[in-house]
């Protein structure tokens, strides 16, 4: 057996409130082994029909296929006792994915930095951006970081995001209105990334990654 990742296969740095990290079962690694990745038609329609609605295991199916490397997630969620531990997953192919969470800004920082990763896909869930989040503890009431921290933790200057940025293979924005407490929330806080990160704003025409002539 394989002990590491292949190195074409970029790590996983993920913010996002939930863990997101359901191991695939028996008879989804069987559908995983059967799926045709040639084919954008296939791979869209099992994303659509067989993936746990709840999205719950896209990762670690995606890890199981060997088409993302490490991965690396700074959460909110503790969903039993034990979620904070280290846990590893071997993929179809022999790989062994570690799987870290981390429960501060920090301590994610202060991993990738050390870390001898050379590749990444960088992913922000806008959940991420709850305190309090109403729908996961049933309250219906939520509470959200400030602006200037949200800016702070995403500033190109930040040693975490330069570190990304340097090696950034692919970047996802997963923008959870439910789980946001409203369409309007989730809005606001993809319109700030945006801001922040390109240049006309997202989705408008000629749309640019703000700090591609740097990285």
Same mark, same amino acid.
């Given at each position: 057996?394989?002990?590491?990742?292949?190195?074409?296969?970029?790590?996983?740095?993920?913010?996002?409130?939930?863990?997101?990290?359901?191991?695939?079962?028996?008879?989804?690694?069987?559908?995983?082994?059967?799926?045709?990745?040639?084919?954008?038609?296939?791979?869209?329609?099992?994303?659509?029909?067989?993936?746990?609605?709840?999205?719950?295991?896209?990762?670690?199916?995606?890890?199981?296929?060997?088409?993302?490397?490490?991965?690396?997630?700074?959460?909110?969620?503790?969903?039993?006792?034990?979620?904070?531990?280290?846990?590893?997953?071997?993929?179809?192919?022999?790989?062994?994915?570690?799987?870290?969470?981390?429960?501060?800004?920090?301590?994610?920082?202060?991993?990738?930095?050390?870390?001898?990763?050379?590749?990444?896909?960088?992913?922000?869930?806008?959940?991420?951006?709850?305190?309090?989040?109403?729908?996961?503890?049933?309250?219906?009431? *939520? #509470?959200?970081?400030? /602006?200037? !921290?949200?800016?702070?933790? $995403?500033? %190109?200057? +930040?040693?975490?995001? @330069?570190?990304?940025?340097?090696?950034?293979?692919? *970047? #996802?924005?997963?923008? /959870?209105? !439910?789980?946001?407490?409203? $369409?309007? %929330?989730? +809005?606001?806080?993809? @319109?700030?990334?945006?801001?922040?990160?390109?240049?006309?704003?997202?989705?408008?025409?000629?749309?640019?990654?703000?700090?591609?002539? %740097?990285?």
């Amino acid at each position: 057996m394989r002990e590491n990742v292949s190195p074409n296969q970029p790590c996983l740095v993920s913010l996002d409130w939930h863990q997101d990290l359901c191991f695939p079962e028996d008879i989804e690694k069987e559908w995983l082994n059967e799926l045709d990745l040639t084919s954008d038609a296939e791979v869209s329609l099992f994303s659509w029909g067989q993936l746990a609605g709840n999205n719950d295991g896209h990762i670690l199916c995606a890890a199981y296929l060997n088409l993302i490397g490490h991965i690396y997630v700074h959460c909110r969620q503790q969903p039993f006792r034990d979620a904070w531990k280290d846990e590893e997953l071997i993929d179809r192919y022999g790989n062994k994915h570690i799987i870290k969470k981390f429960r501060t800004y920090k301590e994610l920082q202060d991993a990738m930095l050390k870390s001898s990763e050379t590749a990444v896909f960088f992913d922000i869930d806008l959940d991420f951006f709850s305190v309090k989040n109403g729908l996961s503890d049933g309250s219906f009431k *939520f #509470t959200y970081l400030k /602006e200037k !921290e949200i800016r702070e933790m $995403l500033d %190109k200057d +930040n040693p975490l995001i @330069n570190w990304v940025f340097k090696r950034l293979k692919g *970047f #996802t924005i997963a923008t /959870e209105p !439910e789980h946001c407490g409203g $369409l309007l %929330k989730s +809005n606001k806080f993809l @319109n700030l990334i945006s801001e922040i990160y390109f240049s006309p704003e997202l989705f408008a025409p000629n749309c640019n990654w703000k700090w591609k002539p %740097k990285y």
